[in-house]
């Protein structure tokens, strides 16, 4: 029997339609999973049932008996609180940045209308999503976690009420292979356990494929392939399907054919990151131990590790938008200030890793793309600035007439390419690109890096590419570094990293990287 079921389920805004024709069923314990490109509609075919994004659903979706349609928005209100329960992409975001993880717990258990829960079953609660240490846990704000004990908290409230389903939307896009193969693994066993129905978003084929029981295949908004996953990875009947799975690049692929290298460029000695915590008395917090790192001309290198390594750290500080604590970073031969010139501002920019979110949605895309010369260039006239941006657009692949649209008015991957543009705006010498494609499907993801690999050979950029995908590090990076808690634990051709790691780490990394 089923507990959630769907039949011509779309959605729509005004005289658009976001998606439509969505046949499935969910029976407890069971998983249905929705995969496709960003923008397919797989994320509003979700949501919209459920009142929680503005697009008006068509069609029927019931839960439990009760027709989703029908509902009021009060009812809808009530159904959420007693049956359903979400996880979504970005934990960060979706957790109330002042409230203690004690105090989230307690109003997810209490929604449905029961009493506040006493301390052991706070402490059940994350034990059963596989936290340790509870009580500092308890006591913690949400950016005082890691990426992967954010999502933790966030599954532990999502179940609190005990619902009948649980919509996870995109719970391990952010999440290096291990962490997104514990997640899927926690999930799994609480579907089980609890004989919930799951219906999980992902643009990643190859992950879902090992944990759902049926797949939909989406793009634009209708379904292109639906059926068991491992007969749409083995004998795919649309050719959208063996693209999607194609397009995921994999520990096994062929070596890549990567430019040839310069002198060096950039030189990092010692470096250490240190950050202040709350508390006079209270000692910093040590992100990153001294790392030594050199990146040449044309060269790309990889900062690889799990949440809370230190990549994004020593990354901004290379970038000179963070702080770091000891040691020099070297530009040709000579250190850099704390506070860089304008030049040396220039001769670095750094692509952040979500498009929409680093990108101002009031601004036209000429706008954001003219911005650093604005600041780096002050003695260029609007004419001059506009040519340069008609360039760096040019440049990505993307035509003049972007330049009047918003964030809001371009895909995912348009975003990202914008992003890059105005990174590249500027001329400079290297690029720093913190996760720069893990927001973005696999399609939309090769895409940027065919356009990063293709910025490689043509202008001799050196790139400094922090991700938690090792897969993705050999197919654009020279070298590899690997960081854990802080430190580097291995370094060395990227080749050499994949086929005869020397850390356990690093071996870790690569065995959940095969299984992911």
Not at 206 to 231: F, T
Not at 343 to 367: G, H, I, N, Y
């Amino acid at each position: 029997m089923s507990i959630y079921s769907v039949r011509g389920l779309g959605a729509k805004v005004g005289k658009d339609t976001l998606s439509h024709g969505l046949d499935f069923d969910i029976a407890a314990g069971q998983c249905v999973a929705l995969v496709g490109e960003s923008g397919s509609g797989k994320s509003v075919s979700c949501l919209a049932p459920f009142g929680l994004i503005a697009p008006h659903m068509k069609g029927s979706a019931i839960l439990e008996g009760t027709q989703l349609a029908s509902c009021s928005e009060s009812g809808l209100r009530q159904l959420r609180a007693q049956k359903a329960g979400f996880i979504f992409q970005q934990p960060l975001t979706a957790l109330t940045p002042h409230m203690r993880v004690a105090r989230h717990l307690r109003e997810a258990a209490m929604q449905a209308g029961g009493d506040a829960p006493g301390h052991g079953a706070l402490t059940a609660m994350l034990e059963n999503v596989g936290l340790t240490d509870i009580e500092a846990k308890l006591r913690k704000y949400p950016h005082e976690l890691s990426g992967g004990e954010r999502q933790r908290v966030m599954i532990a409230c999502a179940i609190a009420h005990d619902p009948v389903l649980l919509v996870a939307d995109e719970p391990t896009s952010a999440l290096d292979a291990h962490l997104r193969g514990e997640i899927m693994e926690l999930l799994g066993r609480l579907r089980r356990e609890r004989g919930m129905a799951l219906l999980l978003v992902s643009h990643d084929l190859p992950s879902v494929a090992r944990h759902a029981d049926h797949v939909v295949i989406m793009r634009r908004g209708e379904v292109v392939e639906s059926g068991p996953p491992q007969q749409i990875i083995r004998k795919p009947k649309a050719d959208y399907s063996r693209q999607l799975w194609e397009a995921t690049p994999k520990l096994d692929d062929p070596a890549p054919a990567l430019p040839a290298i310069g002198p060096p460029l950039l030189e990092v000695r010692d470096v250490a990151v240190d950050y202040a915590r709350a508390g006079i008395f209270r000692k910093p917090f040590r992100a990153v131990e001294p790392i030594n790192l050199t990146i040449h001309a044309g060269e790309a290198v990889a900062l690889v590790g799990g949440s809370g390594s230190g990549k994004s750290s020593i990354g901004k500080a290379i970038a000179g938008i963070g702080p770091w604590t000891d040691g020099d970073i070297l530009w040709r031969g000579e250190a850099l200030p704390r506070k860089r010139s304008k030049a040396q501002k220039r001769a670095v920019q750094t692509v952040f890793q979500d498009p929409v979110a680093s990108l101002d949605p009031r601004w036209r895309v000429e706008d954001i793309v003219a911005e650093p010369l604005t600041h780096l260039h002050r003695e260029m006239t609007k004419h001059e600035q506009h040519a340069s941006v008609a360039a760096a657009l040019e440049t990505v692949g993307l035509d003049t007439a972007f330049m009047q649209r918003r964030p809001t008015q371009i895909s995912g991957g348009q975003a990202q390419r914008v992003a890059v543009a105005r990174a590249l705006v500027c001329a400079p010498e290297m690029l720093v690109l913190d996760e720069a494609t893990s927001a973005l499907d696999p399609v939309i993801g090769a895409e940027i890096v065919a356009l990063l690999q293709q910025l490689q050979s043509e202008k001799s950029l050196a790139m400094l590419f922090i991700t938690h995908d090792l897969a993705l590090a050999r197919k654009l990076c020279h070298r590899i570094v690997v960081l854990h808690q802080g430190q580097a634990v291995e370094q060395g051709p990227a080749g050499n990293i994949i086929t005869d790691p020397q850390s356990d780490i690093t071996r870790r990394l690569v065995d959940a990287s095969r299984a992911s």
